[in-house]
């Protein structure tokens, strides 16, 4: 029941649907409409969470990664120079993971015809786009191009320059993409599959907010007649499961192995995908997980079972990189079709991510008391934050402090250091005070 001043409104809790498979659920279209009616508000606003999965950090190790797939492309006779080298991102939201990209990949491979595309479902986010004078930057240069993809219907895709089937291997991003698009849930019991059919009880209403905090999801596991999908790989995964594991509860994600299939078809089987989203990758991770629950943040998200993406790419004579460890925030992973062997890759991922992972660095700063860090070691911070303007924000107070304290022989690394936040920072139109904390900083050493 709601108030407005002296108007009682009572809301009644009701059946939404009843016994649907996951991935057809009404919820999704409502994800949907969120999107489609605040385009990049949502970001703006900070509602929908991007610090992390567009982290200038994270971006530099995808560079890194990229760059040596690249070798191993070049190596195995696969790149053709005189045609484009697409690099495509997934659900790209706010852009900055593909502008702090480009910072730190495009100086590196500067002889190559790269063309980066940033995509989303949301015509609204291109038109961001296309009115954000540094990416434009991009796109006069060539580099750039922005196109719709809709993950749900990628038989209806057309890209103004990407080909049916392009001559070289293609490297899809993907960050917080396949937490946003529509999964199935499954439970083994007593070894046997069974589909869990979902029923939503909440308000039937168009205020978003209403909805989604008055939403309960009731999860049945029925027996289900196999096949389930047409696709002989996702059966055969979920035959493994099957057969391998105890009893479980698991997602599937289902549009996302769509979406993944078209982009293997354009790509004639070679394909780099780089992703990295809140959910489990490792077989043990699988062991104990829940049915899936909406993680409420203006729409919701999802855990992705990046176990099971990994699974479809070996299956197919593809490579999987994923840390032998358990990844606290984000599952940080590489994946490879066209060979199972790419040698310079797997060193790249290696040092990037299983010896450096992001992860420890996010971990670490949780419970770094900044308050009692000098200047050279916010410096240090900074620097293996890759000049993160995220963070800068969150200790300016302090650094500036620091900055009126320390000696003059520090300030060449005090204007480097902002130098790197400055050129690598993308504005998308919030209430931003990054320039103006910077330009306060530079009138201190002046």
């Known amino acids: 029941m709601l108030t407005h001043g002296t108007i009682w409104i009572v809301q009644t809790i009701q059946m939404l649907e009843a016994d649907r498979r996951l991935s057809r659920s009404l919820i999704w279209q409502r994800q949907r409409d969120y999107f489609l009616q605040n385009g990049m ?3 703006q606003a900070d509602v929908v969470p991007h610090a992390i999965s567009c982290s200038p950090l994270l971006a530099r190790k995808y560079s890194e990664i990229a760059i040596a797939y690249l070798r191993d492309c070049l190596a195995a006779g696969w790149l053709d120079p005189t045609e484009p080298i697409y690099i495509i991102e997934l659900g790209a939201g706010s852009g900055r993971l593909a502008y702090h990209f480009l910072y730190h990949f495009f100086n590196q491979v500067e002889d190559l015809p790269i063309k980066l595309i940033l995509t989303d479902f949301a015509p609204s986010i291109l038109d961001a786009w296309q009115q954000n004078r540094y990416l434009q930057e991009w796109v006069e240069a060539g580099v750039l191009e922005f196109a719709l993809f809709d993950a749900k219907l990628t038989e209806t895709q057309n890209f103004a320059s990407l080909p049916t089937r392009t001559k070289n291997p293609i490297i899809l991003l993907a960050n917080y993409f396949f937490d946003s698009i529509p999964h199935d849930s499954f439970v083994i019991e007593d070894g046997l599959l069974c589909e869990n059919l979902l029923t939503l009880y909440g308000v039937e ?99 992705v079972n990046y176990h099971a993406i990994g699974r479809f790419f070996t299956l197919n004579n593809g490579l999987t990189l ?24 797997e060193v790249a991922f290696d040092r990037a991510v299983v010896q450096n992972d992001p992860n420890d660095f996010i971990s670490l700063c949780e419970v770094t008391d900044f308050a009692k860090m000098d200047l050279p070691q916010l410096l240090s911070v ?48 919030e209430n931003d005070t990054l320039a103006e904390m910077i330009g306060r900083i530079r009138a201190i050493i002046a």
């Open 41 to 43: 508000t949502a970001w």
């Open 205 to 303: 209403s168009q205020d978003s907010a209403l909805f989604w905090e008055n939403l309960t999801l009731a999860y049945e596991a029925i027996p289900t007649n196999r096949p389930i999908y047409p696709e002989p790989r996702y059966e055969q995964i979920l035959d493994e499961y099957e057969h391998y594991f105890p009893d479980i509860t698991f997602s599937f994600p289902t549009v996302g192995l769509d979406c993944l299939r078209f982009w293997e078809q354009i790509s004639n089987g070679r394909l780099l995908l780089l992703s990295a989203d809140r959910g489990y990758s490792l077989a043990e991770s699988v062991i104990g997980q829940e049915a899936p629950l909406l993680n409420l943040h203006g729409s919701f998200s999802m855990m």
């Open 322 to 345: 994923q840390t032998p460890h358990y990844q606290n925030h984000l599952q940080i992973g590489a994946y490879m079709f066209g060979a199972n062997e790419f040698p310079e890759t």
């Open 382 to 429: 900074l620097r293996m934050s890759a000049w993160d303007a995220e963070l800068f924000k969150a200790c300016y107070e302090l650094f500036a402090e620091q900055v009126a304290l320390a000696s003059p022989a520090w300030f060449g690394d005090v204007v480097m250091g902002l130098d790197e936040i400055e050129g690598q920072y993308l504005p998308i139109g």
